[in-house]
């Protein structure tokens, strides 16, 4: 049996999810189906996370297990071709110790959210992101976000279906970048709660738009309350960018 290490690129849009639902396609169906084609193994196809439907990733990291000889180069390229037209592209494979976890043994997670301000509605980038058509203070909005950075109970900012055991997680960054009409959201953790990254982005948009002052996401954290939440961003502007490994 070898464990190979998966690095996919996908768009998100026609997926529920990155896990397997019973209600709907998703990037961790397309994966495994396609191993199944090539293989005629049922792997299980584990990713560093587990993105919601609608979201996109550049770098997401997954392993497999797969029983047949064959070269990483060679199960690269049959995925590839097996995952058309699905929106879905495996930019490398590489064989991996056997105690080797995509989730497990992930240090940090990165990801991007990004805003487009403009009053003209998006045509390619439909999906992509998120349309705000009044421009934004970026400069108030990397205040608020400063205010999240370190370790914190961010239950305001978590789903009410979270699973996670505890609400306390380690931000190590959320930086806001602004480039003419396009803002972008980075943020950087171990690991984050369910719908946090958006929950954060709904919450720092109201500070660029005048609703919120940057005090205001010290006492919606301060709150530990998700009613305390004024803002949910949509699903369409996020982007899992990579995941680091020791």
């Given amino acids: 049996m070898t464990r190979f290490a998966l690095t996919i690129e996908f768009d998100g ?5 990155w896990q397997r639902q019973d209600h709907g396609p998703s990037v961790q169906q ?3 189906d396609a191993a199944f ?3 005629g193994e049922r792997v299980a ?5 587990r993105t919601d ?3 996109h990733a550049s770098g997401m990291r997954a392993h497999i297990d797969v029983a047949r000889p064959i070269t990483p180069f060679r199960l690269m390229e049959a995925l590839n071709a097996r995952l058309r037209p699905d929106p879905v592209a495996i930019l490398d494979c590489v064989e991996v110790p056997e105690d080797w976890h995509a989730r497990f043994s992930c240090v940090a997670r990165h990801y991007e959210y990004r805003i487009i301000q403009r009053r003209a509605p998006l045509t390619w980038e439909k999906g992509l992101a998120w349309r705000i058509p009044a421009p934004l203070d970026a400069g108030a909005m990397a205040k608020g976000a400063a205010r999240l950075v370190g370790r914190h109970d961010f239950t305001t900012f978590r789903s009410a279906h979270c699973q996670a055991d505890s609400p306390l997680r380690t931000l190590d960054r959320l930086e806001v970048v602004q480039s003419g009409e396009r803002i972008s ?4 953790a171990r690991s984050f709660l369910h719908h946090q990254v958006r929950s954060m982005v709904g919450c720092l948009a109201l500070v660029g738009q005048g609703k919120w002052t940057p005090d205001d996401m010290t006492e919606a954290l301060e709150a530990r309350d998700r009613t305390r939440l004024g803002l949910n961003a949509p699903s369409d502007g996020l982007f899992f960018l990579r995941a680091d490994y020791p």
């Fill in 185 to 188: 959201v980075f943020a950087s």
């Fill in 30 to 32: 397309a994966i495994e």
């Fill in 53 to 55: 439907a609608g979201v």
């Fill in 45 to 49: 196809c584990h990713g560093a996370g």
């Fill in 37 to 39: 084609s090539i293989t």
């Fill in 13 to 17: 849009r026609p997926f529920m999810g």
